[in-house]
């Protein structure tokens, strides 16, 4: 059984022990909340950046739809300086550089192109910069540059990329290069039946083509 004075030595430790470590324990307490409220807070001033982001993007799509060309370079460009991480500026950017291509402004087109490809931080949007790009440079005749590009894993896009890549070979006049990639890409295509009958139809025009 406890007795009276073990009792009262157990409550002096606690007087001393509290004595000691209280402003530790406070000082945790405070850190502990300051964490809290500090990521509600961040967390907060994301969402806030997210929707800023999103309203922007919006007025930029709305400036192309209606051939507001300068308005839409502007948007864009404060999309991509402001909200350089966020999926809404590489979208920005791959808007503005279908735009500049449509306009025959190829140079600028690539720049926004390989701004994507860089910096975006969705991968998805990072694959689609690179093949767009790879599809640039090929109209512009550059193109091992554009066969560089396409060289690596290419995800979901690899149909894409294989049949690109065979456009590419057979501008540069090699037919079994082109057809092996066509065959590649026909692989990789889903079930979409046009997608599949027209790289049937690049296959067969390669019929002449004796495969190693």
Same mark, same amino acid.
């Given at each position: 059984?406890?007795?009276?004075?073990?009792?009262?030595?157990?409550?002096?430790?606690?007087?001393?022990?509290?004595?000691?470590?209280?402003?530790?324990?406070?000082?945790?307490?405070?850190?502990?909340?300051?964490?809290?409220? =500090?990521?509600?807070?961040?967390?907060?001033?994301? $969402?806030?950046?997210?929707?800023? &982001?999103?309203?922007?993007? %919006?007025?930029?799509?709305?400036?192309?739809?209606?051939?507001?060309?300068?308005?839409?370079?502007?948007?864009?460009?404060?999309?991509?300086?402001?909200y350089a991480g966020t999926p809404y500026a590489a979208g920005a950017?791959?808007?503005?550089?279908?735009?500049?291509?449509?306009?025959?402004?190829?140079?600028?087109?690539?720049?926004?192109?390989?701004?994507?490809? %860089?910096?975006?931080? $969705?991968? =998805?949007?990072?694959?689609?910069?690179?093949?767009?790009? &790879?599809?640039?440079?090929?109209?512009?005749?550059?193109?091992?540059?554009?066969?560089?590009?396409?060289? =690596?894993?290419?995800?979901?896009?690899?149909?894409?990329?294989?049949?690109?890549?065979?456009?590419?070979?057979?501008?540069?006049?090699?037919?079994?290069?082109?057809?092996?990639?066509?065959?590649?890409?026909?692989?990789?295509?889903?079930?979409?039946?046009?997608?599949?009958? =027209?790289?049937?139809?690049?296959?067969?025009?390669?019929? $002449?083509?004796?495969?190693?």
């Amino acid at each position: 059984m406890t007795t009276h004075f073990e009792d009262e030595d157990q409550a002096e430790r606690l007087k001393q022990w509290w004595k000691e470590n209280w402003l530790a324990l406070a000082g945790g307490l405070v850190i502990g909340l300051a964490a809290i409220f =500090g990521w509600e807070a961040w967390q907060s001033h994301q $969402d806030r950046r997210a929707q800023q &982001a999103s309203r922007m993007y %919006e007025d930029l799509k709305k400036a192309i739809a209606d051939a507001r060309a300068q308005e839409a370079v502007r948007i864009g460009d404060a999309l991509v300086a402001e909200y350089a991480g966020t999926p809404y500026a590489a979208g920005a950017a791959l808007f503005l550089a279908a735009e500049a291509f449509k306009n025959g402004k190829p140079d600028e087109a690539l720049v926004r192109l390989r701004w994507v490809r %860089e910096k975006a931080s $969705d991968p =998805g949007l990072r694959q689609v910069a690179r093949l767009r790009e &790879a599809r640039v440079l090929w109209q512009q005749n550059q193109l091992d540059a554009a066969l560089r590009l396409l060289d =690596g894993d290419m995800g979901e896009f690899t149909a894409l990329a294989e049949e690109l890549r065979g456009d590419i070979h057979l501008a540069q006049g090699d037919r079994a290069a082109a057809r092996a990639a066509y065959e590649k890409a026909l692989t990789a295509t889903a079930e979409d039946p046009a997608a599949r009958a =027209g790289l049937q139809r690049k296959i067969d025009d390669l019929a $002449d083509v004796v495969q190693s």
